[in-house]
Every structure is written in structure tokens, then in C-alpha cells.
């Protein structure tokens, strides 16, 4: 298993092996078409996780609702990992 750096680490620090293996430890599935693209699904809500040039893009999907947020890759780990995990 990869080790991970500390989880207040801004996000800019983490290697993509680093960061591909966090979103697989929060639950989230790659898409295979769009290897940039984590879909993460919880009983209330579902995400797109988008690592884009600028920043780290959150869809959230519930109740037919759509709320989108960026996060600056300078965030930590563990400050961006509570914020997609809260949900919309």
C-alpha cells in the first residue's frame, strides 16, 4: 500500500500516486474513459471528483440538485478530504 504524505500536507505536495491512491481510500471509483474523473457515491449524495489543472473540481449530486466547488490544490489533504466528505 502506498504510503501517503501527512494529511496536512497541501494537496500541491501530494504525487498523482499519492492522490489517486487517497481518493481510493475515501471510496471513490476512477473512470476508466476520463482517468481525471472519481465518481464517489454515499447513501445521500454522489460526487464527481475532477483533478483539473487549476484546482480540484467537487460536483455534488442529491435530490435532483447539483452544487459545484473548487479547490485550490494549496488546501491540505485533510481540509479538502473534510469538505467533500460533509457532502452538499
Known amino acids: ?13 501530494h504525487p498523482l500516486p499519492s492522490l489517486e491512491a487517497w481518493l481510493r481510500q475515501i471510496g471513490a471509483h476512477q473512470d476508466s474513459r476520463q482517468p481525471s474523473s472519481w465518481d464517489l457515491h454515499r447513501p445521500q449524495w454522489s460526487a464527481r471528483i475532477e483533478l483539473e489543472m487549476e484546482d480540484l473540481r467537487v ?27 460533509a457532502g452538499p
Open 59 to 85: 460536483s455534488w449530486q442529491q435530490d435532483g440538485q447539483s452544487r459545484v466547488r473548487h479547490f485550490p490544490y494549496g488546501l491540505s489533504r485533510a481540509d479538502v478530504e473534510a469538505a467533500i466528505l
Open 1 to 13: 500500500m502506498l504510503m501517503l504524505p501527512p494529511e496536512q500536507m497541501p494537496l500541491y505536495n
